[in-house]
């Protein structure tokens, strides 16, 4: 009898639409289960419970957090959870092997049964909707990164369905908020922005932000010439080839049903393979959401897929140039100060039919590139660029990075955790 349930719920699963009510009839035990469960398991004043992109991986604000932590001291007597979705990946146990650190699965039972039981939350996404913030737990929401696209309630009603799909997406970031008890920022203009796309005054939770500064940007400050080369001899690339590094971001209209978000890389990569291939290697970064692969063939030569590896810190720090679009990894990487293309081949379309931006694009630092051919001949004269771009560059780290350092963890985990 087992084997045939077994049998029915392996097809059921390859079904995008029977998948979805698995999913949904999972969650709602889960739920039951978590409400029941929270009440009796008492909370561990000194358990801090670490998630980074929704169990993905080991990155950003809560990696530099735990790690500042697990350093100090102070913290020697904490007991530390990160969660993963496969606990059992070689890279995972490699990182942890040997610290006083418990991995956990995601969503599973014993999951939900650590959220119940740790006194502080470090997250820089979202933790399930029934997960409830006990009144003495600590929710310390990292977010990662500042935005350039409006978030949550500064997203205006566009196309069909979208008052509803609008009022859904009100609903979770009210939702999320209502949890939070800190909220980090690097800036008051990044302060801001979440303040209103979390409808923070509204809820009555405008001073949760801690604005101290990004924890993930202590690591570009504090590298070495030794570390770069250890980073590219890790990646297979020699070490004396300049590297570039595209990052675009995910689109809300590129979205195939049961597949996920897709995305068009946008250029032509034989063509800057037979340009710059003797000179460069360039890194393809693609954002979380993203489901489909590329097809590298006849440049993995040239190009690396790096959409899986967990430090994008150490990606920055190995790149002369950035080549983005609409993605908030440029805040981070102008700490650097090293050259930034922004390819914005869809601007006009992105900016009118999905989603607006915070700041104005003549801020930006670096320029604004619409076709492939103008992108190519930008990274063959990327020394003239980086002159013609250097008063706005340094205006633009004035305003939206002044409070980035080495330090940034410290002064966070001192704010955060007691």
């Known amino acids: 009898m087992n084997f045939i349930k077994k049998i029915i719920k392996t097809l059921l699963a390859k079904n995008y639409f029977s998948n979805n009510i698995l999913e949904k009839v999972k969650?709602?035990?889960?739920?039951?289960?978590?409400?029941?469960?929270?009440?009796?398991?008492?909370?561990?004043?000194?358990?801090?419970?670490?998630?980074?992109?929704?169990?993905?991986?080991?990155?950003?604000?809560?990696?530099?957090?735990?790690?500042?932590?697990?350093?100090?001291?102070?913290?020697?007597?904490?007991?530390?959870?990160?969660?993963?979705?496969?606990?059992?990946?070689?890279?995972?146990?490699?990182?942890?092997?040997?610290?006083?650190?418990i991995l956990l699965r995601y969503k599973t039972k014993k999951y939900y049964r650590f959220y119940a039981r740790a006194k502080y939350w470090v997250t820089n996404a979202r933790v399930p909707d029934c997960i409830v913030k006990k009144p003495e737990q600590v929710y310390i929401q990292c977010w990662h990164g500042t935005p350039l696209k409006k978030l949550g309630w500064d997203i205006e009603v566009k196309g069909n369905n979208a008052m509803s799909s609008n009022k859904e997406v009100r609903r979770q970031y009210n939702h999320d908020a209502s949890r939070y008890t800190y909220m980090l920022s690097p800036s008051r203009f990044c302060?801001?922005?979440?303040?209103?796309?979390?409808?923070?005054?509204?809820?009555?939770?405008?001073?949760?932000?801690?604005?101290?500064?990004?924890?993930?940007?202590d690591e570009l400050f504090t590298f070495d010439n030794d570390k770069v080369n250890a980073i590219k001899d890790e990646l297979g690339i020699p070490r004396d080839k300049k590297v570039i590094l595209y990052?675009?971001?995910?689109?809300?209209?590129?979205?195939?049903?049961?597949?996920?978000?897709?995305?068009?890389?946008?250029?032509?990569?034989?063509?800057?393979?037979?340009?710059?291939?003797?000179?460069?290697?360039?890194?393809?970064?693609?954002?979380?959401?993203?489901?489909?692969?590329?097809?590298?063939?006849?440049?993995?030569?040239?190009?690396?897929?790096?959409?899986?590896?967990?430090?994008?810190?150490?990606?920055?720090?190995?790149?002369?140039?950035?080549?983005?679009?609409?993605?908030?990894?440029?805040?981070d990487y102008a700490n650097l100060k090293r050259p930034i293309l922004f390819y914005m081949y869809d601007l006009d379309t992105y900016q009118n039919n999905t989603?607006?931006?915070?700041?104005?694009?003549?801020?930006?630092?670096?320029?604004?590139?619409?076709?492939?051919?103008?992108?190519s001949d930008a990274i063959?004269?990327?020394?003239?660029?980086?002159?013609?771009?250097?008063?706005?560059?340094?205006?633009?780290?004035?305003?939206?990075?002044?409070?980035?350092?080495?330090?940034?963890?410290?002064?966070v985990v001192e704010t955060c955790i007691k």
Request: charged share 30%.
């Open 355 to 375: 989603r607006d931006f915070y700041i104005s694009l003549d801020e930006l630092p670096g320029p604004i590139i619409k076709e492939a051919d103008e992108l």
């Open 380 to 411: 063959g004269n990327i020394d003239s660029i980086s002159e013609q771009y250097k008063e706005k560059y340094k205006a633009f780290n004035d305003k939206f990075n002044y409070l980035d350092d080495a330090d940034s963890s410290k002064r």
């Open 27 to 101: 969650t709602y035990r889960l739920n039951k289960y978590y409400k029941k469960m929270s009440k009796k398991v008492p909370v561990d004043e000194k358990m801090v419970i670490f998630e980074a992109f929704f169990a993905k991986k080991y990155a950003c604000s809560p990696k530099a957090i735990y790690e500042y932590m697990l350093s100090d001291p102070k913290y020697k007597d904490f007991k530390f959870v990160w969660v993963f979705r496969d606990i059992d990946d070689p890279e995972i146990k490699k990182i942890f092997k040997g610290k006083r650190t």
């Open 191 to 217: 302060s801001e922005k979440l303040t209103s796309a979390f409808n923070l005054k509204a809820l009555g939770k405008e001073n949760i932000i801690v604005e101290k500064g990004y924890p993930r940007n």
């Open 247 to 331: 990052a675009p971001t995910w689109r809300d209209n590129q979205h195939k049903l049961g597949v996920g978000y897709t995305f068009d890389i946008g250029i032509d990569l034989k063509k800057l393979k037979t340009l710059y291939g003797d000179e460069y290697v360039i890194l393809m970064r693609m954002h979380y959401l993203i489901a489909n692969q590329m097809n590298l063939h006849g440049v993995s030569d040239f190009a690396v897929d790096v959409s899986s590896y967990n430090n994008v810190n150490d990606l920055y720090i190995i790149s002369d140039i950035l080549i983005t679009d609409y993605s908030s990894v440029f805040f």
